[in-house]
């Protein structure tokens, strides 16, 4: 059985840095493209980053270009994002996955975890 298992999560002051960590079992995510994606109350899913199977290409949503980075260690199957100078607006609840089910765009993916919550006060 799959799962992608979140953890780093909590309440930062903003401008305040925080470092997601996503750890997959149940198969390997080696060579397969993985993200993270974030959700606000009410508000809809939103894109946060993605990388490549090997980590050589990532790519952002413009809200977080230049404050987080993604990156991944195959040989442990895990994801990160680290995430610096957080807002306000950041807070939500942030969910990583894996596998696109097609090229992008959009991401698509086959597995999602269950998201850890993120809070930024001001």
């Known amino acids: 059985q799959v799962q992608l298992v979140e953890s780093g999560g909590g309440l930062v002051q903003a401008g305040g840095s925080l470092r997601l960590s996503c750890a997959a079992s149940?198969?390997?995510?080696?060579?397969?493209?993985m993200g993270w994606f974030r959700q606000a109350p009410g508000m809809e899913h939103e894109f946060v980053a993605a990388?490549?199977?090997?980590?050589?290409?990532?790519n952002y949503a413009d809200s977080v270009k230049g404050r987080f980075t993604i990156s991944r260690d195959n040989a442990k199957n895990t994801v990160y994002l680290q995430m610096n100078s957080l807002k306000p607006e950041d807070t939500a609840n942030y969910y990583c996955?894996?596998?696109?089910?097609?090229?992008?765009?959009?991401?698509?993916?086959?597995?999602w975890g269950q998201g850890t919550q993120v809070t930024v006060s001001s």
């Open positions: 996955a894996a596998e696109l089910r097609r090229p992008p765009p959009p991401y698509e993916y086959k597995y």
């Open positions: 990388i490549s199977g090997y980590g050589t290409s990532t």
């Open positions: 149940g198969r390997t995510f080696t060579g397969q493209t």
